[in-house]
């Protein structure tokens, strides 16, 4: 039995040798075309188109090369014994974390201001806020949520945390629930969304859920870009009830050229490079986890499918 490559847009070349040296004799397949339906055991791909999966009748495992997998469980046709491992990776974390820090201090310490007095030749100064003045919001607190609140507190930032389950996490203030939503959006001069992306957490940054946000409010969503409304985040943009967002992940990816996101004062768009987990990173942890299925030990990475992550 055999793995079947669908890592577009990473070519499935960058996987192939390093899975054929994590797995030796094991045969590995750069496109579906290449091999019978009945030989294909495990799957790794970045997205899988629905109705992919029900045509591997042998398939066991899933892995995803990202960390969320709402690409490739949104497929009514899953079958429910395929398990769905998702890629873990502290310097993805670690990456997120970075982003956000450069998004957040570079607002807090008004950067584009300054650029553009340079741009004037103008040597004006102005006062930064008072370090430990600004409270910082993050949405969940999984692998990404925990390292990004870890380095905001060393950044100086008041870190709020809010997740599904309770949680402890060290120099955070942790809240859940709807009531913790709301407390931690209304104390949150910075927000960051770090959520997965599922049926209860689309559309959860809307004009009610932005609102919230104390005026002046800076957003940074690195999570999917299904998490916040574009049209309400402009709307609130425009009113000047917000300062300005870093959009790292936008609904439609790649972001259209006529889309208004490109052009809206305040708002930095990136395309999507918070942090992508790396081939050897993904082979390493598939291939592990091929040795537990082989040797019918429980698996790592596991997502449930009932939750969505
Ligand atoms: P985890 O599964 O480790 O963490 C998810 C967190 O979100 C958990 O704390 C979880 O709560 C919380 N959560 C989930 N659903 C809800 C809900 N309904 N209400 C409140 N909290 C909720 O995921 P990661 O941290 O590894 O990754 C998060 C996301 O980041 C990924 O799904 C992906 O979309 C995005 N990402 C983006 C990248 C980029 O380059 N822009 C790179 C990597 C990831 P609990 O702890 O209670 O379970
Ligand atoms: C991920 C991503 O989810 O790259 O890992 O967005």
């Given at each position: 039995?055999?793995?079947?490559?669908?890592?577009?847009?990473?070519?499935?070349?960058?996987?192939?040798?390093?899975?054929?040296?994590?797995?030796?004799?094991?045969?590995?397949?750069?496109?579906?075309?290449?091999?019978?339906?009945?030989?294909?055991?495990?799957?790794?791909?970045?997205?899988?188109?629905?109705?992919?999966?029900?045509?591997?009748?042998?398939?066991?495992?899933?892995?995803?090369?990202?960390?969320?997998?709402?690409?490739?469980?949104?497929?009514?046709?899953?079958?429910?014994?395929?398990?769905?491992?998702?890629?873990?990776?502290?310097?993805?974390?670690?990456?997120?974390?970075?982003?956000?820090?450069l998004m957040a201090l570079r607002h807090i310490r008004a950067l584009p201001l300054f650029e553009a007095q340079q741009r004037d030749g103008a040597w004006t100064r102005h006062r930064p806020p008072d370090p430990y003045s600004?409270?910082?919001?993050?949405?969940?607190?999984?692998?990404?949520?925990?390292?990004?609140?870890?380095?905001l507190h060393a950044a100086g930032f008041n870190v709020i945390g809010w997740s599904r389950t309770s949680k402890s996490v060290r120099d955070v203030e942790t809240v859940e629930g709807a009531e913790g939503l709301a407390s931690?959006?209304?104390?949150?001069?910075?927000?960051?969304?770090?959520?997965?992306?599922?049926?209860?957490?689309?559309?959860?940054?809307?004009?009610?859920?932005?609102?919230?946000?104390?005026?002046?409010?800076?957003?940074?969503?690195?999570?999917?870009?299904?998490?916040?409304?574009?049209?309400?985040?402009?709307?609130?943009?425009?009113?000047?009830?917000?300062?300005?967002?870093?959009?790292?992940?936008?609904?439609?990816?790649?972001?259209?050229?006529?889309?208004?996101?490109?052009?809206?004062?305040?708002?930095?768009?990136?395309?999507?490079?918070?942090?992508?987990?790396?081939?050897?990173?993904?082979?390493?942890?598939?291939?592990?986890?091929?040795?537990?299925?082989?040797?019918?030990?429980?698996?790592?990475?596991?997502?449930?499918?009932?939750?969505?992550?």
């Amino acid at each position: 039995l055999s793995v079947l490559l669908l890592t577009m847009p990473q070519p499935p070349a960058l996987f192939a040798d390093l899975l054929r040296a994590a797995l030796p004799g094991v045969p590995v397949w750069e496109a579906a075309e290449q091999v019978a339906p009945e030989a294909v055991e495990a799957i790794i791909a970045w997205r899988l188109k629905p109705g992919t999966a029900g045509r591997f009748p042998n398939l066991r495992l899933i892995c995803a090369t990202a960390a969320g997998v709402e690409k490739i469980i949104d497929d009514p046709a899953l079958p429910p014994a395929v398990a769905v491992m998702r890629t873990v990776d502290p310097l993805v974390n670690l990456g997120m974390a970075q982003y956000v820090l450069l998004m957040a201090l570079r607002h807090i310490r008004a950067l584009p201001l300054f650029e553009a007095q340079q741009r004037d030749g103008a040597w004006t100064r102005h006062r930064p806020p008072d370090p430990y003045s600004i409270t910082a919001g993050v949405l969940g607190l999984g692998e990404a949520g925990r390292t990004v609140a870890a380095l905001l507190h060393a950044a100086g930032f008041n870190v709020i945390g809010w997740s599904r389950t309770s949680k402890s996490v060290r120099d955070v203030e942790t809240v859940e629930g709807a009531e913790g939503l709301a407390s931690c959006l209304a104390r949150s001069s910075v927000l960051v969304c770090t959520l997965p992306l599922t049926a209860e957490t689309r559309g959860i940054l809307d004009r009610r859920a932005l609102r919230r946000l104390p005026q002046g409010a800076y957003v940074i969503n690195v999570a999917r870009g299904g998490h916040l409304v574009e049209a309400d985040l402009l709307e609130l943009l425009a009113a000047g009830h917000l300062a300005g967002a870093a959009l790292d992940v936008q609904e439609t990816e790649p972001l259209p050229p006529d889309s208004p996101l490109w052009r809206q004062p305040g708002l930095t768009i990136t395309p999507h490079i918070a942090a992508q987990a790396s081939a050897a990173s993904v082979v390493t942890q598939f291939a592990a986890n091929w040795r537990r299925l082989r040797a019918g030990q429980p698996l790592h990475n596991i997502i449930e499918r009932s939750r969505g992550y």
